[in-house]
């Protein structure tokens, strides 16, 4: 019997491979145009400081500078998310942190515009600063925006937590803290402008959210959104790092505007450090009922997020940090109450995990307490509260596939985690930890009833297909799952699919590579596209061959009948007939999610169509003299859905393990008198192939009913667990706790030294939340 | 930038010996990617941390960020774009986009490069000579892992082509 697909599955070469093995792939710093000049920011030296006067006439003199900008020239505030306008391309009345814009130029040549910024006179009064999540609390002098440095607050409770928490058996609570950290991608931002004669304005730019940063040009420069084109370029990694709008995108557009010229600017790669959106530092209280035998019976969780100098995508955030607690475990009543403050550091944002990892690194060390508690060993205490498949969480988000149950028992089986932990030799330790996440956020960052991603298609006469979409590769392989989808729907071969990506005058809207939701939303729009081609080309095969459009088969380029395969017509065949009967052959996808808030405000962020599981079993090795801790092997199980290329999804799970390993133990972003301690690569530590541990990847497939021939997502679950499970594995192997992101050296003698064998916070600040939102609780939690 | 202000450099790159005038403060790497129009070179750190600026001069890697074209002349200096053999990629190149272990393609370019400066010099490196060799280039997306496989992949093939 024929294989059931001939692209979908299988270990391909992407589409983009040989381009980027060759060098040709253009990233945005690799274009340049004719008499194209060069943008530069000044940036603010202050962490909060009123900008009382910015003089730029020494600076408009200099001989190769061609336009200065300041604030009063883009005036109009914007943020990627419509609650949180709160930012300025140039800061016009205060900076907020250090490395805030305030100017800008263009100049023949960068170092020009770099003597010219040293030319720029900016008078500022400084301003006490805040620089965590206690100082922002107190609130000692004039707060960073508005009236307070908090910048928003929620408090939800699905039942009675209060009671179920007094009934339990067995109570914990734990207080643990996670430092922030940086995305790091290799490439840094740079964008290219050039507005032509025509007064249409172009926009290339390394950007994970194309259709966000069109709408943002809009709105700031005053221009319709039809006469500007954004053209995302591949993103030399994103991880979350390049999903908003930034200064240097809005200001490389006006310098073009105001010389007439195009402008490109780069990010040096301390100005990244600044642009940052990445991992907020959380600070988090959990507390969990138990049954005397490990059943959870509530769960209330309190997060503290310290949010930098601007909104950014930070309400999301807040909400991410409570909201995939109950998809990863049966949890009947729980409260969540989550507070992010303003600082004056750079602002935070998404993160590969966005606002998970926090919590479930809390999560998941707190459940290694619990069951030691109880007696039960840690994969025994998931057992007993693992989500159901086809079912709904306590706070209303719904469950389609789950392959938790496989995942565990792929890693538990393989690293023998039961026999082995309770007879490690010195030093080393196992430790176990599991996640879900999104495929993807239910709902857009802008209200709208549209799609949230679109596909297009144009078929020539030869066979050969064009696919649209506004996806943008970021490396995690977008490019071949469009083609490979088309591909196994038309009966054709990668070779035969040509790709225009992101780039809004040509391709449909996507959303973009953020909240894991590409494979999942322009996935099932590429599916549907290329159905509605096929079926096309169905009918008018059906009438040549004298049979039913469904009784026919696209593959290996032949249209052909199922039950007599040597009746039909080759694809191009097929092209030519329904290209002469009406026209160019051309057809549409859309992807709606469907809609899955809950019945409560703030039921927006956590809805995703599905949600894909991890199981991870991580081994350390530490040095008790140094407190260095190695991690020399790891096993990860993933509930992929569908694997549409097994060897991209093991790509990113191993990405996603490194990436993780890397927060776990060196990757933090600190500060001191106000300043980003290490905004280099000389400091800024991160894993090298050195450290590389050996990894056993294992994929579940659960075939979800609503991803594209049954796929989730891949790109950034499985980073979650592997965190927890490395401080379970210090645990397992020196019997400390460190409750703090990173598991620094310094932590773990400091651990090996400490009476309670522990490095961790002690406390949360005193802080009266919201009252609390009662939410109902679904049908099938009620009573239980 | 008047033309007093700027140098004659000659350079042999990719086997090709150029002239050019350039400012005598451009770096091997800007020269690279704004004068030779070979930007498969990257700028990753501007510190000589991270060596997504790395080339080969004379066979071995080179960080081109931290060094000045002056200092080059007479020598050979190798880019990505010199690492295929006409159209037929390098075996490193065929088995990094075969095996996925080019995922952004940001690092590509100097991984490959150091790479092939190890088989160059070592023909059947074990798995810990690979992992040495390449641990100044820093790769955020792959972990590593497939990097490791396809160039032991492009060994098993005979990666002298």
Known sequence: ?784 | MSIADKVAVRLRVNGEDTAIMVPPYKTLLEVLREDLGLTGTKHGCELGECSMCGVLVDGKPFLSCLAMPLDLEGRDVMTIEGMARGRHPHPLQAAFAELGAAQCGYCTPAMLLTAKALLDREPRPSREAIKAALSGVLCRCTGYLKIFEAVELAVSRGADG
């Not at chain 1, 931002?189 to 249409?200: E, N, S």
């Not at chain 1, 009784?551 to 002469?580: K, M, N």
């Not at chain 1, 057809?587 to 949600?611: C, E, F, I, N």
């Open chain 1, 1 to 784: 019997m024929a294989e059931a697909f001939s692209v979908v599955g299988k270990p391909l070469t992407k589409p983009d491979a040989f381009g980027k093995v060759s060098g040709q792939v253009k990233f945005a710093d690799d274009l340049s145009l004719p008499r194209m000049l060069y943008g530069r920011l000044l940036r603010s030296p202050y962490p909060h400081a009123r900008v009382l006067h910015v003089d730029t006439s020494r600076a408009r003199k200099l001989p190769g500078v061609l336009a200065v900008l300041t604030g009063d020239d883009l005036p109009v505030k914007f943020g990627i998310l419509p609650v949180s306008q709160d930012e300025e391309a140039l800061a016009r009345e205060k900076v907020r942190y250090v490395g805030d814009p305030i100017a800008a130029v263009a100049a023949t040549d960068e170092w020009i515009a770099d003597e010219a910024l040293d030319l720029i006179d900016v008078e500022f009064t400084e301003l006490p600063h805040f620089m965590s999540i206690q100082e922002a609390l107190a609130g000692q002098g004039e707060p960073i925006h508005g009236l307070s440095n908090v910048h928003k607050a929620v408090a939800l409770e699905f039942g009675d937590t209060d009671a179920a928490i007094r009934a339990a058996e067995h109570v914990r609570e734990d207080i643990v803290f996670f430092e922030g950290n940086t995305h790091l991608p290799m490439e840094q931002h740079a964008a290219v402008a050039q507005y032509a004669a025509d007064g249409k304005l172009t926009l290339w730019t390394s950007s994970q959210t194309p259709h966000y940063v069109h709408r943002a040009l809009g709105k700031v420069l005053d221009l319709p959104m039809s006469r500007i084109r954004v053209i995302a370029t591949p993103n030399g990694g994103g991880f979350g790092g390049k999903s908003d709008i930034f200064a240097h995108e809005l200001v490389a557009a006006k310098l073009a505007i105001a010389t007439a010229r195009p402008v490109k600017i780069t990010l040096t790669r301390e100005e990244v450090f600044y642009a940052h959106r990445g991992r907020h530092p959380v600070l988090m209280k959990v507390k969990t009922g138990f049954t005397r035998g490990g059943q959870i019976t509530a769960m209330q969780f309190q997060s503290f997020l310290d949010g930098g100098g601007y909104g950014s995508y930070g309400v999301a955030s807040t909400y991410y940090t409570g909201a995939l607690q109950a998809t990863t475990y049966a949890i009947p009543r729980y409260r969540f109450e989550g507070v992010r403050l303003f600082t004056n550091k750079p602002p935070c944002g998404p993160k590969r995990g966005h606002g998970t990892p926090q919590p479930r690194f809390a999560l998941e060390i707190h459940f290694d307490k619990v069951a030691e508690e109880l007696g039960l060993d840690p994969v025994e205490l998931r057992r007993r509260n693992l989500p159901s498949p086809d079912s709904q969480t306590v706070n209303w988000l719904r469950i389609t596939s789950c392959g938790l149950k496989d995942c565990i028992n792929k890693v538990v089986e393989g690293s023998r985690f039961l026999e082995r932990r309770t007879s490690m030799p010195p030093g080393r330790g196992l430790g176990f930890a599991v996640s879900s996440y999104l495929s993807g956020a239910g709902t857009a960052i802008y209200w709208n009833d549209m799609p949230h991603s679109e596909v297009q298609l144009k078929l020539d006469r030869n066979g050969g297909v064009l696919v649209l979409c506004g996806a943008i590769d970021i490396g995690q392989g977008s490019d071949h799952i469009l083609a490979a989808i088309v591909a196994e729907v038309l009966g054709v071969a990668l070779d035969d699919i040509q790709l225009t990506t992101a780039d809004t005058d040509l391709t449909p809207i996507d959303l973009g590579s953020y909240s894991s939701r590409v494979t999942f939303m322009a996935g099932n729009a590429a599916k549907a596209a290329a159905e509605t081609v096929r079926d096309r080309l169905f009918r008018v095969v059906a009438r040549s061959l004298h049979c039913d459009a469904d009784e026919l088969t696209a593959r290996d380029h032949r249209i052909y009948r199922s039950d007599r395969p040597a009746e039909g017509l080759t694809f191009a065949q097929a092209v030519q007939l329904a290209e002469a009967e009406s026209g160019v052959v051309t057809g549409s996808g859309s992807y709606t999610p469907p809609k899955l808030a809950g019945p409560y405000k703030g039921s927006g962020v956590g809805p995703s169509p599905a949600y894909s599981y991890s199981a991870a079993v991580v081994e350390v090795d530490c040095d008790l003299k140094t407190g260095e801790v190695k991690v020399p092997e790891v096993w990860i199980a993933h509930d992929i859905g569908r694997a549409i290329n097994p060897m991209l999804v093991i790509g990113q799970v191993e990405g996603s393990v490194y990436m993780a390993l890397g927060e776990a133990l060196m990757e933090e972003q600190t500060f001191r008198l106000g300043l980003h301690k290490f905004p280099s690569l000389l400091e800024y530590k991160s894993p090298t192939a050195l450290e590389a541990p050996v990894m056993h990847t294992y994929l579940v497939e659960t075939i979800d009913r609503e991803g594209p021939f049954g796929a989730k997502e891949a790109g950034q679950g499985p980073l979650l667990p592997v965190i927890p499970a490395v401080a379970n594995a210090i645990y397992n192997a020196l019997h400390v706790r460190i409750d703090e992101i990173p598991i620094t050296p310094e932590k773990v003698l400091k651990a090996l030294n400490d009476r309670e064998k522990r490095v961790g916070p002690k406390s949360v600040p005193a802080y009266t939340f919201p009252p609390l939102i009662k939410a109902d609780v679904p049908q099938a939690w009620k009573g239980k």
